[in-house]
T-cell receptor
């Protein structure tokens, strides 16, 4: 069974600094997708970044980048130049095509607080 | 492009009462998901639709939960009767089966409080 583990329940970072959120997963699949979602206090889950497992190049979206280590089954999120608006819960998610369906497995989340 | 729309945003009911949530997915997205998110946890899938067909409802507590997506567009999730443990945020998400079907887009959720 696939699992997603986020070992940091809470983190804080000073505004303009860089922070890295950790995520590890377990799967026997070779083709899959990994995501980071952001959920601010308003509860709207927003896609931050997406990584295809078959791509070796790490995904980047503006200030957000990932460090994807397939062999280690690690998928960390780096937020550069942190902004107050980055304060949110961050969820790591995994999905793979199984029996014709994509089923998401979410981690338990990391609560990030950006300090002024 | 409008995102996933959900209503109501908040609902407070007494236990044993019925409650219904509505979701309208992103236009053109034929895959729709209902999730339940308990406080401090990640979302857990309740049911997934491909058009009007429920293709994965293995996690839906069928004794009290029901869902429908009659015309393959908007969907309703119902709980009857509600229990205290049903207090959670109910999230709807959609994806485009034709392209990037693995990427889901979420609505704002409905926060349910059962007293």
């Amino acid at each position: 069974a696939q699992t997603v583990t986020q070992s940091q329940p809470e983190m804080s970072v000073q505004e303009a600094e860089t922070v890295t959120l950790s995520c590890t997963y377990d799967t026997s699949e070779n083709n899959y997708y990994l995501f980071w979602y952001k959920q601010p206090p308003s509860r709207q889950m927003i896609l931050v970044i997406r990584q295809e497992a078959y791509k070796q190049q790490n995904a980047t979206e503006n200030r957000f980048s990932v460090n994807f280590q397939k062999a280690a089954k690690s998928f960390s999120l780096k937020i550069s130049d942190s902004q107050l608006g980055d304060t949110a819960m961050y969820f790591c998610a995994f999905t793979t095509l199984s029996s014709g369906t994509y089923k998401y497995i979410f981690g338990t989340g990391t609560r990030l607080k950006v300090l002024a | 492009e409008a995102g996933v729309v959900q209503s109501p945003r908040y609902k407070i009911i007494e236990k044993k009462q019925p409650v219904a949530f509505w979701c309208n997915p992103i236009s053109g997205h034929n895959t729709l998901y209902w999730y339940r998110q308990n406080l401090g946890q990640g979302p857990e899938l309740l049911i997934r639709y491909e058009n009007e067909e429920a293709v994965d409802d293995s996690q839906l507590p069928k004794d009290r939960f029901s869902a429908e997506r009659l015309k393959g567009v908007d969907s309703t999730l119902k709980i009857q009767p509600a229990e205290l443990g049903d207090s959670a945020v109910y999230l709807c998400a959609s994806s485009d089966f034709q392209s990037k079907q693995e990427t889901q887009y979420f609505g704002p959720g409905t926060r349910l409080l059962v007293l």
